[in-house]
Nanobody, 125 residues
Framework: VYLTESGGGLVQFGDSLVLSCVSS?????????MGWFRKAPGKERQFVAA????????YYGDSVRGRFTISRDKNKNSLYLQMNSLKPEDSAVYFCAAGNDGGSFAGSESIYDYWGEGTRVTVSS
């Protein structure tokens, strides 16, 4: 499975941005869970959001809940992250991840089997 992110860039405080992640190499619906993580300089990688193929359950990290929305489109083999009301603290490299099976916690990196290379988001104040 290959995951390719796009959509990062430089934006201003309060702006919106949509990140995309295209999956290839395996039927999209075989990927039980797909999610977004981010890593800022000097900080650990942080869970952002995740969604499941079956049932479409969605999970969000506390720092983005209410501002970010995750979605997936199986017809386009794509995962999206709509980011609104961006803040400088949202600046990070954003990674797309996918897992074959579920787990007890969608935010745990251990349940994700595949990772993209990341796309950088910079929010200026």
């Amino acid at each position: 499975v290959y995951l390719t992110e796009s959509g990062g860039g430089l934006v201003q405080f309060g702006d919106s941005l949509v990140l995309s992640c295209v999956s290839s190499g395996r039927p999209f619906d075989d990927l039980y869970i797909m999610g977004w993580f981010r890593k800022a300089p000097g900080k650990e990688r942080q869970f952002v959001a995740a969604t499941t193929a079956i049932g479409g359950s969605k999970y969000y990290g506390d720092s983005v809940r209410g501002r970010f929305t995750i979605s997936r489109d199986k017809n386009k083999n794509s995962l999206y992250l709509q980011m609104n009301s961006l803040k400088p603290e949202d600046s990070a490299v954003y990674f797309c991840a996918a897992g074959n099976d579920g787990g007890s916690f969608a935010g745990s990196e251990s349940i994700y089997d595949y990772w993209g290379e990341g796309t950088r988001v910079t929010v200026s104040s």
